[in-house]
């Protein structure tokens, strides 16, 4: 069971990784943004995954499973909400 999580959420990650090269320009139309700050964003994210990493690691030896699942899907799935709040109060 936590074998299969683990390769979810592996899953999950490397997808995303593909997705923002894939839908970089819709990201560049949307937000009218440039290449530098499109590479910005790739390497915040990258900088980030790499500091997290050890934290999610630790809490997976130190708490159950399935709440470090919840509680991961939970931040994970807030984050886009308030980031695309975030985009809509700067747009009007």
Known sequence: ???GALSSGYFVDQGESQALSVL???I????NSSYGELGQITGWKSILQSLNTPVWDYAADRFSSKWIIVFGTG????????ARANWAAETR
């Not at 931040?75 to 308030?82: D, E, K, S, T, V």
């Open 75 to 82: 931040i994970r799935g807030q984050w886009p909400l308030a």
């Open 1 to 3: 069971m936590t074998l």
């Open 24 to 26: 970089s320009p819709a």
């Open 28 to 31: 560049r139309e949307t937000f």
